[in-house]
C-alpha cells in the first residue's frame, strides 16, 4: 500500500542516472505518429506520456528518459508535463483509479464524506492502492464539473452529484469488475 500522491514536480525526485527503459515496438510505432502531426518533436509529449502508460499502465523513470530521447528533450522537461497532468501516473496504480476531486466546490458539497466512505470501504488512504492491486485511490484538483459537485472519476468515468452511498456502489462494482 505505497502511497503514490507525490506526483508533484517539486517533490518527485527523479534519479535520471538510472537506466533508461527503451520503448518497445507499439510504443515506438504510435509516438512516430504522433511525431508526425507537429511541427516539432516535443509538441508531442502528452502523447507520448499516454501511449506509454496505455501499455505499462503507468509511466517510469526509465520511459520518461526514453520518451525524452525520441523527443529530443531532457528528462526534466518530459517529467515536468507528466506531473502537471493528473492523468499521467508516475508509479504503478491498480487496475481501476478512482479520482475524487478534493476542489473548492466538491469539498464544499460533501468531498470530506465520500473520502472517510471510501477509504473506509476499501480499508486504505488516498493515495494508497489495495493490496490486491485491483483499486489505487486518489485525491485530484477540479475536474471542471464544479457544477455537479460532488464528483469522481471511476475508471475512466466521470460521475456527477455523489453521495457516499452511491460512490460505494461505484466501488464494489468495480471490485467485481477487476
Ligand atoms: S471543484 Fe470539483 S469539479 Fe470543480
Known amino acids: 500500500m505505497t502511497p503514490i500522491i507525490a506526483t508533484d514536480a517539486a517533490t518527485h525526485c527523479a534519479d535520471w542516472r538510472l537506466k533508461i527503459e527503451p520503448l518497445n515496438e507499439h510504443e515506438e510505432t504510435a509516438i512516430a505518429a504522433q511525431i508526425h502531426h ?50 499521467i501516473y508516475r508509479q504503478p496504480v491498480g487496475r481501476t483509479v478512482i479520482s475524487i476531486c478534493d476542489s473548492v466546490s466538491c469539498w464544499i458539497m460533501g468531498y470530506q464524506g465520500l473520502a472517510q466512505a471510501v477509504t473506509q470501504e476499501l480499508n486504505i488512504a488516498l493515495g494508497e492502492t489495495t493490496p490486491d492491486g485491483a483499486i489505487t485511490l486518489l485525491p485530484t484538483p477540479c475536474l471542471g464539473a464544479c457544477d455537479h459537485a460532488p464528483v469522481a472519476i471511476v475508471d475512466d468515468q466521470l460521475t456527477r452529484q455523489l453521495t457516499p452511498a452511491s460512490l460505494i456502489l461505484l466501488v464494489r462494482r468495480a471490485q467485481e469488475q477487476t
Open 38 to 87: 507537429y511541427p516539432q518533436p516535443q509538441a508531442a509529449t502528452i502523447e507520448a506520456l499516454k501511449i506509454v502508460q496505455q501499455q505499462q499502465g503507468w509511466v517510469s523513470d526509465g520511459k520518461v528518459k526514453a520518451i525524452a530521447q525520441r523527443l529530443k528533450m531532457s528528462p526534466d522537461e518530459v517529467d515536468s508535463v507528466a506531473t502537471f497532468y493528473n492523468k
